[in-house]
């Protein structure tokens, strides 16, 4: 098991990378670097203007124990494990022992930096030195091994147990460091550790190897891999990968505005496949409200009109990709393909339309000045990228 464990993860390593690298292009990295620029003198100038106040803890606690809940089990697990490997559940688990510690890498990292952000806010409750912040880093560690293991013992037939044991431990994690932020975080740490080590000692009672549920663990480890191959999507072809398509009455009043005529087809197929793709439009309104967010947060015009600028570009640019997603249907090659690019270039701009009024409108929370700068500065942008950009970028990929 230690030898497949080994295999699986190199073979998994080398995948992600290849994505990865697509991934983090230049483009996307200064994107990047600018929000995260923004971000944090966002952050400084709010920081200026807080004061002591109650609900502070109860926020940072909150925050803290939210970032703990993120990241799953990743079992590396794949289908013909529950047919081959069946004759070796029992040791199996130490298979999934050490995909449990490989799994914990990533959100301690994250964890990581959300105690150093946290690190100022909780300067503004009361002076914390160094030694208090790692105690409080190590603490909330704790408390996510822990719920990993909770993830574990669900695959083990144990679905009571690891969905409320779970949910008391977000309670009783945000308890315990609300209690360390108020007195001291080693109050913080001697409650992670009691309770890790209170589960871990009723761990045997619970945990039996022989219920394994093959078929659970293997769609679990599916899905998390599909949604990880649905964001690099996004950026590259994922081969093999089946995108989601929901049906949305609710959306039907601005599908019907464009009509089925001849002359639109492609407009009639790149508007209701936006609207249906989940990974589209849903990426597109994630981006749009973390946007509107950010601007609300912007206390500069100049900062929102530059941030304005790249959502609208970063958006656009994500969105790319959606005019070959109709390459492998084949009666799509009896359409008009004049027509094709024109129609891509509409709905483009009817998206990047909305951004900018969704944008304008988070700034609206800072002045009605900034709103404008931000509005016009977004269509700008929205009109530079439709017109010039796009047809630069597509023209080469028509057939």
């Known amino acids: 098991m230690n030898e497949l464990w080994r295999k699986r993860l190199r073979a998994h390593l080398r995948g992600q990378m290849k994505y990865l690298r697509l991934v983090f292009n230049d483009h996307f990295v200064l994107v990047l670097i600018i929000l995260f620029g923004a971000l944090l003198y966002g952050y400084s100038q709010v920081l200026k203007s807080?004061?002591?106040?109650?609900?502070?803890?109860?926020?940072?606690?909150?925050?803290?124990?939210?970032?703990?809940?993120?990241?799953?089990?990743?079992?590396?697990?794949?289908?013909?494990?529950?047919?081959?490997?069946?004759?070796?559940?029992?040791?199996?688990?130490?298979?999934?022992?050490?995909?449990?510690?490989?799994?914990?890498?990533?959100?301690?990292?994250?964890?990581?930096?959300?105690?150093?952000?946290?690190?100022?806010?909780?300067?503004?409750?009361?002076?914390?030195?160094?030694?208090?912040?790692?105690?409080?880093?190590?603490?909330?560690?704790?408390?996510?091994?822990?719920?990993?293991?909770?993830?574990?013992?669900?695959?083990?037939?144990?679905?009571?147990?690891?969905?409320?044991?779970?949910?008391?431990?977000?309670?009783g994690e945000w308890v315990a460091i609300m209690l360390g932020l108020w007195w001291h975080p080693a109050i913080t740490m001697a409650l992670a550790l009691a309770v890790n080590l209170l589960f871990r000692w009723h761990l045997t009672t619970w945990f039996t190897p022989a219920k394994l549920d093959w078929l659970g663990m293997i769609a679990q480890e599916d899905h998390r891999m599909s949604r990880i191959y649905r964001f690099y999507n996004l950026f590259t072809d994922v081969p093999g990968l089946s995108s989601g398509v929901s049906r949305r009455r609710w959306l039907d009043p601005l599908a019907k505005l464009v009509r089925r005529r001849p002359g639109r087809l492609w407009d009639f197929l790149y508007v209701r496949g936006f609207l249906r793709r989940t990974e589209w439009s849903g990426l597109t309104l994630r981006l749009a409200l973390i946007g509107a967010v950010v601007e609300a947060l912007a206390s500069q015009w100049w900062l929102a009109a530059i941030l304005?600028?790249?959502?609208?570009?970063?958006?656009?640019?994500?969105?790319?990709?959606?005019?070959?997603?109709?390459?492998?249907?084949?009666?799509?090659?009896?359409?008009?393909?004049?027509?094709?690019l024109p129609a891509f270039r509409r709905l483009v701009a009817r998206v990047l339309g909305g951004v900018s009024?969704?944008?304008?409108?988070?700034?609206?929370?800072?002045?009605?000045?900034?709103?404008?700068?931000?509005?016009?500065?977004?269509?700008?942008?929205?009109?530079?990228?439709?017109?010039?950009?796009?047809?630069w970028r597509l023209t080469p990929r028509q057939a």
């Open 50 to 171: 807080l004061t002591v106040s109650w609900w502070l803890v109860p926020l940072v606690g909150l925050a803290l124990s939210f970032v703990g809940q993120l990241g799953g089990l990743a079992s590396l697990a794949e289908p013909a494990d529950a047919t081959f490997l069946l004759p070796q559940t029992q040791a199996y688990s130490r298979y999934l022992f050490k995909a449990r510690r490989y799994s914990l890498w990533l959100p301690a990292t994250i964890l990581v930096f959300a105690t150093l952000a946290a690190w100022p806010l909780i300067g503004v409750v009361h002076h914390t030195d160094w030694t208090q912040l790692v105690t409080l880093g190590v603490a909330v560690l704790v408390f996510k091994d822990l719920e990993l293991w909770l993830r574990l013992l669900r695959l083990y037939r144990q679905p009571q147990i690891a969905r409320w044991g779970r949910l008391a431990l977000w309670g």
């Open 357 to 391: 009024v969704v944008l304008a409108a988070g700034a609206l929370v800072a002045n009605w000045v900034t709103a404008l700068v931000v509005l016009g500065v977004a269509g700008g942008v929205s009109l530079a990228f439709c017109v010039w950009y796009l047809p």
């Open 308 to 340: 304005a600028a790249v959502v609208v570009y970063l958006i656009g640019f994500q969105l790319l990709p959606f005019y070959l997603v109709y390459d492998e249907i084949v009666f799509s090659q009896l359409y008009p393909n004049q027509s094709r």
